[in-house]
């Protein structure tokens, strides 16, 4: 019995599992030893170009470790024994290299173990800090890079739960620590006082389907529990408190270390969003948490409209202006909130300066939705606004002396040939990041890390005159390989970080100097993780659908493969749609063949060692009709073209059998298998992991579909794959963390699909992953995904028989 009840528990529905199933299945030692292979550690560089510190990372973490006791209240997910989230992927070894000598320096005093995250370099770069999480509590510990030792310097345990720490200079850090241990935690009453009530009178409320929400009286003692903090000053191991204990969403520092910008949250706390949109009050304290203003009390975001580019209609993104001492600065909705309204004007950003008591100064408006601002200094500022509902992006140049918003970039967020990158930054004197410019102040540097071109991929710097409206190009990656820009280390002397790779060669880091090439300099000297993989061949293939739009999809073909010799493979595809305004945006080309691929637990390219081809990254755009249309009134036509086209594609190239062919996707992209499969006849095997298919169940909106259910029921049903499993008769195999936290994925969209598939007589197995959210970490987990997914494959693609079946036959 105790057998058969531990096969229900982790199989979840899949009630035609025997007894035997119910055990963790291992992939090809290929497959698994990919997995589990130790990759290259990760970088940070000083500002200064003279130090690097590597961090390496930990092994995927057992499912025993998945299990430790967990809360999921308000949106978060908490450890209860250490005030810390749960579920954090942790630095397990780090150490320090000079770039200038080239020698490695092993760092003392670290914990060990060591489960360490939050790594940030000091103002001066002299310093680095990093929290370690232990099992009861979190420390934080500052390393001296001169002397390469570390030294815990709180006696407070920290309180994590909504963010680490924040360095005020070389000798002080500002931290959230804990007010009671956790053995003070409210017990859970032996019998409810009450059944837990909600109400609404009146007002609407479309939120989306949150989950891990408050639910009763008990969660919300938790949640103040556990989320109110004491804001703590730590000077050279010495602890001050600011102010008194509350729940504390975020605190910034003012640049000239006065002041204190506070959001605190605030009851009733909602049982319809997450913490971030309970009420909460901003507020001014100085540093001793005194109360100087009280800028802003603004109501639970339940009430919220519903629709892209919609706000509340009360002041919103407070924070301190970079480039001057103590300046607050907010935007305020000129049209009530909603975007349709037609108004000149949509947004304003105000400023208030300190002591905070002079009128609010209006410093521009925006004709979209205000997005944000980087500021540089008093004569430049570049402003983002835009609006999702329509695609659009457009960067102005701000004057705060003149008062001059200029518009200088117009586009569409899908084009991403017309991307001029992102604006570079540096510390000021404040050691706040603000624009980073040359030539007297005139051009600022962009700096695109995909730099998508016809040619594919390559990254590049621009510097750009902001008078002149007008781009030169500093540097671009060479073709043949992927090479981005992590840092700039000076600006005047065109000296650049960046990270070089190709299909072949691990990413590196190099120093490029762009005015004197004989100075470029490898600095890291990483090798390939996968040797397995050598020999494996990769190629970014361009294709066109039948209505004439391009295609791309990135193709692996097994090591030592002739098509000549070998005949067509067995193929899996692996996609996610993405919609476009423009069909010109969504036939340009993104990626680059020469990146390296890093595999992790949910890549399909494991497979190409096992004798399959895999289109990766198959494109499956979905293009508004007209202006008046938008992408998904014709979502199931288009969906089934693009996966035409990547049959097609690989069937001439003579490399793909048309009649041996997988389909397969995460989250929408399992969305998009399962439609696949119940409106066409292309595939022999689906696989769809943790997806939503029954779209009444996200009635509010998904992806990046704005319209309700209600505005739009024919869509809903007609793209929800759940009313047609009637129709499914491919074999399935659907796969789901029995913990996902994802917006609309919830669980039961995939219990409810396996269940109808299976009352129509289809091909269906259900695979429930015990303690997994939306992404899987769990090592056993990963390992057995990678074996159903494979045994799937070659159970009804190749059609033989799973080593389990094979066994069965030997014994009859």
Known sequence: MKRLFFCFFFAGFSFLLNAQDNSYKTPPKDVADMLLTKRPPAVSVDDKGEWMLLMESSSYPSVEELARPELKIAGLRINPANFAPSRQTFVSGAYLKNIRSNKEFKIQGLPAPLYGSAFSWSPSDKK????????????????????????????TPLNTINGAYTWFDDKSI????????????????????GPAVQENYGKASPRPTFQDLIRSP?????????????????????????GKPAIYSSYTLSPDKKFLLIRTLKKPFSYTVPANGFPSEISITDLNGKLIKI????????????????????????????????????????????????????????????PFTAAPKLLFKTKMRFNGVIWGDASLAIVTEGLRSKQLTQMDRFNSITEDLEKLITRNTTDAYANPGFPVTHPNQYGKNVLLTIDN?????????????????????????????????????AEGWYENVVKVLDAEKGI???????????????????????????????????????????????????????????????????????????????????????????????????????????????????????????????????????????????????AEAAINILDSMGVGDRNKVAVGGHSYG?????????????FKAGIARSGAYNRSLTPFGFQNEDRTYWQAPELYHGMSPFNYADKIKTPLLLIHGEMDNNTGTFPIQSERMFNAIKGHGGTVRYVSLPYESHGYAGRENLLHVLAEQFEWMERYVKGKNTPAEKEEKKGF
């Open 441 to 477: 102040g005139n051009k600022i540097l962009l700096n695109n890390s995909s730099g998508s071109s016809p040619k594919g991929d390559l990254p590049f710097l621009l510097a750009y005159d902001v008078h002149k409206k007008k781009a030169d190009t500093i540097w671009r990656c």
């Open 670 to 682: 399992a969305f998009m298998t399962a439609n696949l499969l119940a409106h066409t006849s292309l």
């Open 218 to 242: 008990y969660d919300e003692q938790l949640f103040a529990f556990y989320a109110t903090t004491q804001l703590i000053r730590n000077t050279g191991g010495a602890e001050t408190k600011i």
């Open 496 to 642: 650049l970080l960046t990270q070089r790779e190709n299909e072949k060669e691990v990413p590196n880091y190099w120093i490029r100097n762009t005015k004197l090439r004989i100075a470029d300099r490898q600095l890291t000297a990483f090798t390939n993780p996968y040797p397995v993989m050598e020999g494996v061949s990769k190629e970014k293939i361009r294709y066109k659908r039948a209505d004439g739009v391009d295609l791309t999809g990135d193709l692996y073909l097994p090591k030592g493969y002739n098509k000549d010799r070998d005949g067509k493979l067995p193929v899996l595809i692996w996609a996610y749609p993405a919609e476009y305004n423009s069909a010109a945006d969504a036939a340009q080309v993104r990626g680059s063949e020469h990146r390296f691929t890093f595999v992790a637990g949910g890549s399909p390219v494991f497979y190409v060692t096992q004798g399959y081809a895999v289109l990766n990254n198959a494109e499956m755009p979905i293009v508004a009709a007209s202006k008046d249309k938008k992408p998904n009134d014709d979502f199931i036509r288009q969906l089934t073209m693009n």
């Open 295 to 354: 800028l802003a009390d603004l109501p639970s975001s339940e009430t919220a409209p519903s629709g892209y580019d919609n706000v509340q209609p009360f002041p919103r993104g407070f924070e301190w202006r970079d480039d001057e001492p103590s300046t607050i600065v907010w935007c305020e909705p000129l049209d009530s909130g909603l975007i349709k309204k037609n108004v000149e004007y949509h947004d304003a950003v105000y400023a208030q300066p300190a």
């Open 174 to 193: 500002l931290y959230r620590g804990i007010v009671q241990p956790a053995t003070a935690a409210p017990a859970r009453p032996a019998v409810p006082g």
């Open 128 to 155: 680095i800090a990093f929290t370690h999480t232990s099992a009861g509590r979190v420390d934080l510990y500052v390393v001296d890079v001169n002397t390469q030792k570390a030294v815990r310097i709180n006696k």
